[in-house]
């Protein structure tokens, strides 16, 4: 009998890629010949050496493919002639728009060969009419990301730089040019047209969203709220096209395929399947979740053209491998680590459990084997995505059960509902029938919602937590397969190790940001409850934005401070008070208190909204005419603060005239995000 790891030929060469991606991103491209000739001599010497050398070479040879793919692939460096020319063009890949503004990411053609990636950021109206392939020329400033305007803890630029981003600027003059022939604008050109095919037929307009997001996609349409109750319940994975939606569509296709292979050979149906699922991959956008499905799928199908046995789990190595090969970058991104690491918890926990299911009453394997897809899946993801997005739902088994036997029901209904709408038909009854299917699985979902506790927000997890967790699991996972003592022992230190150094590594919290904004201050704080319970505190936001403006600065900042905050963002009005007002009791990490004034007009300094007592800091804002002297001697500060909300020109003279003219502290809010432990001797007095 063959030793099991022959069954997955494709794991080493995969460990020595990744590993070598790994080493190229922190020590540089030098040592790749070396590694790479290594590994060729231990293969040629293969049969002069122990058996252990080949599959060593193969990693080795692998390792340094690795490192020259991560070293091919490398982001551009950005010139400061790039950054200082003043207009660009380019094609652009993505485009949303929220509250806030259009936000676009643009490849440029920089006739002198940079070829780089920009965020660039506009008002509402300028980029009306702009989609996903235009050729886009675009007036403004542009500089590197900077971690400099984010809250402490945030890696901005990281998230930038593994999406290929390496600037971001701003513009108010956008013009298109042209239109690209690139495969993103025809594969955004083939998702628009399927979505409008749904959206002029007689369905609702939620059913439409929710549709176009499983089918083809199409999920900027989808509502904040959707998503927030999708995740809260544990089956956001619904929304975002993954191995599931391809597995449902190949059950469409066996079905309706399955009297082609009636009449014709088996064989001619499994490449109809092929080209089927290649097809929707590339209508999807080449997803790194969709393309593995269809790898892997098409390993089946060639598997049984060629009469040749297929192993699940070497077949979902060999599609990472080959998604890594095109894009290294895919790496480090959260959707396609929870995509694999779902898929491999599943194929390795399944045989295991698929001999007692099949134990079962005929009438009871179906759901058992939902439930144990399901926690495998949870399994997988549970950890890395409380890592990401700090949210654990309590109760995602009694979600996803009902929307499993759902969903495939849902997406036949659109998919013939697109067929028909094509065809010039609009066919109400059907339409009817899944607006009645989806408004079921939509109330169960805000059933499961609504219960107490239905989600854990704000949960703190640290990559020492992970690693250990994952090293724990593959631990737990040995010990399954090898029903073995030691192993099981092994399994129940590293929990021991992993609930330590989720003890010990807990990060201080935060008492109080100013995030910065270039239109208005404010000041989010956590205010305890008049008993000190820390749980039952409040979080409460004094900003200068006028009614309207704060309301959606409210849910922004739910969104980005979640973990400060620890509320769902849907439920904005209760996780965040707004409250008005120019003096503040902000509270220090040591636990002392410090008194600050916001000025942002001239009368607080002939009626001041203070007791008398010291202000430790004035926050000069927008708004204010006076000079910086005038708010020394009203309020006598022991520190100021200058806003980021004043203009640029008259911020820097009042820098430099504080700095060269004064002894008190100043500190410009211009280029960073201010918060409690950033500065935890703020509210100290100076002598």
């Known amino acids: 009998m063959r030793p099991p790891l022959s069954y997955v030929p494709a794991l080493f060469p995969l460990v020595g890629f990744i590993a070598g991606m790994l080493v190229c991103e922190m020590a540089g491209y030098l040592w790749i010949p070396v590694v790479m000739i290594s590994g060729l001599a231990l293969i040629v010497a293969r049969r002069r050496l122990p058996v252990w050398t080949l599959p060593l070479g193969g990693m080795l040879l692998f390792c340094g493919l690795g490192g020259a793919d991560m070293s091919y692939n490398r982001l551009p460096e950005v010139t400061d002639d790039f950054l200082s020319r003043g207009q660009w063009s380019g094609e652009v890949l993505e485009i949303s728009e929220n509250d806030r503004g259009i936000h676009m990411v643009v490849r440029s053609d920089d006739t002198t060969g940079v070829v780089a990636d920009m965020l660039v950021h506009t ?12 050729i886009v020329s675009f007036r403004g400033t542009l500089d590197r990301p900077s971690n400099d305007k984010v ?77 927030e109750a999708f995740s809260a319940a544990g089956v956001a994975h619904v929304l975002a096209l993954s191995g599931l939606h391809v597995g449902i569509l190949v059950m469409i296709l066996g079905f309706l395929l399955f009297p082609l292979g009636l009449l014709w050979d088996w064989r001619v ?125 309590v109760y995602f088994l009694l979600a996803n059960i009902p929307v499993a036997m759902i969903l495939p029901i849902v997406m036949a209904g659109g998919i013939a509902v697109m067929v028909c709408e094509a ?60 029903r073995s003592v030691g192993w099981s022992i092994s399994l129940a230190v590293m929990v ?27 000041i989010i704080c956590r205010m305890p409850s008049d008993g000190g319970d820390v749980s039952r505190s409040r979080v409460e936001m004094l900003t200068t934005a006028p009614d309207i403006a704060a309301e959606s600065l409210r849910d922004e900042y739910a969104e980005r401070y979640r973990k400060f905050v620890g509320h769902p963002t849907s439920a904005a009005e209760q996780s965040i008070s707004i409250v008005r007002g120019n003096t503040v009791v902000l509270p220090a990490c040591d636990g002392t208190t410090g008194r600050l004034v916001i000025v942002n007009h001239d009368s607080i300094l002939s009626a001041p909204c203070y007791d008398g007592g010291i202000v430790d800091c004035a926050l000069i804002c927008r708004g204010y005419r006076g000079g910086w002297q005038t708010v020394v001697d009203s309020l006598r500060p022991c520190r100021i603060l ?12 009042m820098l430099d005239s504080i700095l060269s003219c004064s002894q008190i502290p100043v500190i410009s809010l211009r280029d960073v995000t201010l918060s409690s432990s950033d500065l935890p001797d703020i509210f100290k007095k100076i002598e």
């Open 123 to 134: 008002l509402h109206g300028v980029a009306d009419g702009v989609v996903p392939g235009d």
């Open 151 to 227: 809250a402490k803890g945030v890696d901005y630029v990281g998230i930038l730089a593994r999406r290929g981003i390496v600037a971001t600027g701003f513009s108010e003059e956008i013009s298109v040019a042209g239109h690209s022939d690139s495969w993103h604008y025809l594969s955004w050109r083939m998702r628009r047209e399927a979505a409008s095919l749904l959206m002029r037929s007689s369905l609702s307009g939620e059913a439409c969203q929710f549709l176009a997001a499983v089918t083809v996609g199409e999920d900027e349409w989808l509502s904040p709220d959707t998503r």
């Open 269 to 393: 149906r499994c490449g109809v399947v092929i080209a089927a699922l290649w097809i929707y991959a590339f209508l999807s956008g080449m997803s790194a979740s969709v393309t593995r499905a269809a790898l892997m799928a098409s390993m089946v199908c060639g598997g049984i053209i060629l009469q040749r046995p297929y192993m699940s789990f070497n077949g979902m190595l060999v599609s990472e491998l080959m998604i890594l090969i095109v894009s290294p970058r895919q790496l480090w991104m959260p959707g396609f680590q929870m995509s694999y690491l779902a898929v491999g918890c599943i194929l390795l926990v399944m045989p295991v459990v698929l001999p007692w299911v099949r134990r079962a009453p005929w009438c009871m394997r179906w759901l058992l084997l939902t439930v144990a897809i399901s926690l495998s899946a949870m399994l997988g993801t549970g950890m890395i995505a409380m890592y990401y997005f700090d949210i654990f739902p």
């Open 423 to 482: 065809v010039g038909s609009d066919p109400a009854w059907l339409c009817s029938a899944v607006d009645g299917i989806y408004d079921v699985m939509l109330r169960w979902i805000e059933l499961i919602t609504s219960l107490p506790a239905s989600a854990i927000y704000g949960v703190n997890i640290t990559w020492y937590v992970l690693a250990s967790y994952y090293v724990a699991m593959c631990l737990g996972l040995v010990a399954l397969w090898r």
């Open 496 to 522: 021991l190790v992993t609930v330590f150094v989720g003890g010990v590594t807990s990060e201080e919290e935060e008492q109080w940001f100013i995030p910065h904004d270039a239109y208005f201050t404010t």
């Open 642 to 653: 200058l806003s980021a909300d004043i203009p640029k020109r008259r911020h820097m003279r």
